[in-house]
């Protein structure tokens, strides 16, 4: 257990579904973050939220929507999902002020597959 | 951010010290080296990170080039569970700096019996 909670660990969504991924976190950061990983693709950075207020949204297709109602909790809400959206979807958090910053802490991921 | 290089693959035995290079020769000086690994189907993990002094802890040793273009992540004693992709990434702290964050396809070690 990393201290980034994410559920569920595995999902398989038609493409008319609507679901949503969530990430908790007890570990006091005040960032949290969305990551997308297809196979044999690098870590995609999709949205960023500092203090709970969304500061980056790196181009991710509307399908794909966040909301962080709180430091501690982010959630992914998708709904008509492509099937080229299966993929690990992680949720990683981080302290990004103080004078010591160890970088982010993921949690386990979820895996999506789209029908 | 700066990129960075790995091997795409190593082997190590059991018991050895795995040496993973990396190279960040665009490396800027508010750019901090992390590394990370993944194991199968899990998140990241983070192992260390440095700015330009030698860093050691309970997973690791990270020795950083003195002109800072390159560094080596040494798992003294690579054990089957240390099986992962690890990865060198370069950023500077602080918000903001996550967009340019370059993450890789690192390097797949496997430690063999």
């Known amino acids: 257990e990393t201290g980034v909670t994410q559920t569920p660990r595995h999902l398989v969504m038609g493409m008319t579904n609507k679901k949503s991924l969530k990430c908790e976190q007890h570990?006091?950061?005040?960032?949290m973050y969305w990551y997308k990983q297809s196979a044999k693709k690098p870590l995609e950075l999709m949205f960023v939220?500092?203090?709970?207020?969304?500061?980056e949204n790196n181009s991710v297709p509307s399908r794909f929507s966040p909301e962080c109602p709180n430091s501690s909790h982010l959630f992914l809400h998708l709904h008509t999902l492509q099937p080229e959206d299966s993929a690990l979807y992680l949720c990683?958090?981080?302290?990004?002020?103080?004078?010591?910053?160890?970088?982010?802490?993921f949690g386990s991921g979820t895996r999506l597959t789209v029908v | 951010d700066a990129k960075t290089t790995q091997p795409p693959s190593m082997d190590c035995a059991e018991g050895r010290a795995a040496n993973l290079p990396c190279n960040h020769s665009?490396?800027?000086?508010?750019?901090?080296v992390y590394w990370y690994r993944q194991i199968h189907s899990q998140g990241p993990q983070y192992i260390i990170h440095?700015?330009?002094?030698?860093e050691t802890n309970e997973m690791a040793s990270l020795i950083i080039t003195e002109d800072r273009k390159s560094s080596t992540l040494i798992l003294p004693h690579a054990t089957l569970r240390d099986t992962a992709v690890y990865y060198c990434?370069?950023?500077?702290?602080?918000?903001?700096?996550?967009?340019?964050?370059?993450w890789g396809l690192g390097t797949s070690l496997a430690v063999n019996p």
């Open positions: 570990l006091g950061h005040n960032a």
């Open positions: 665009t490396i800027s000086g508010n750019e901090y």
């Open positions: 939220y500092n203090f709970k207020e969304q500061t």
């Open positions: 440095g700015l330009k002094n030698n």
């Open positions: 990434i370069v950023r500077a702290l602080g918000a903001g700096n996550n967009r340019k964050l370059i």
């Open positions: 990683a958090s981080s302290q990004t002020t103080g004078p010591k910053n160890y970088g982010y802490t």
